[in-house]
């Protein structure tokens, strides 16, 4: 039942079927092709919801578990008591570094999707960590220990977005 409701709502509604027809037609006038296109076509071909886990369901657990993580951080850092002194400073970088967490672990399950979806998941997973993991770490101690490992994470984060474009 789950997978057919899967179904519908990725590829038998009107409005999936729209982004569809535009996205060829977009490629047909981008290229002078009348080909259609791969990923498109891959796209269009109903698979089951158990076969696309059997194939991509290492990184679709990962994005789980960090979805999981993020909450669990969320929940602590939400009533964790800051510092008085500091209190809008570490509060505000730690919900920088929830928000980067989720939105990112929601990235994650759009990975398989990508034309190489071990190297994306891999950059935003070392990006999640780098770039998140620094702020948790400085908003709940107190130290910058770690800062100079967040841009790297950024950075990361920056290059996997750019990777479902390869």
């Avoid at 791969?38 to 919801?49: F, H």
Wanted: include cysteine.
């Amino acid at each position: 039942m789950f997978g057919d409701a899967f179904n519908y709502i990725a590829y038998d509604n009107p409005l999936s079927k729209g982004v569809v027809m535009a996205a060829k037609s977009t490629y047909s006038i981008l290229t002078n092709s009348r080909e259609p296109v791969t990923t498109i076509r891959v796209i269009t071909e109903k698979v089951s919801l158990h076969e696309q886990m059997a194939q991509h369901g290492p990184i679709l657990k990962i994005a789980g578990a960090m979805g999981a993580f993020a909450v669990a951080l969320g929940a602590y850092g939400a009533h964790k008591k800051y510092p008085k002194d500091r209190i809008d400073e570490l509060k505000s970088i730690y919900e920088t570094a929830n928000k980067f967490h989720f939105f990112h672990t929601l990235a994650l399950f759009g990975v398989p999707f990508s034309k190489q979806p071990k190297v994306t998941a891999t950059l935003f997973v070392v990006g999640i960590t780098l770039f998140s993991g620094p702020c948790y770490y400085r908003a709940f101690t107190g130290e910058n220990k770690f800062g100079k490992l967040a841009p790297v994470g950024g950075s990361l984060l920056i290059i996997a977005w750019l990777s479902f474009m390869i």
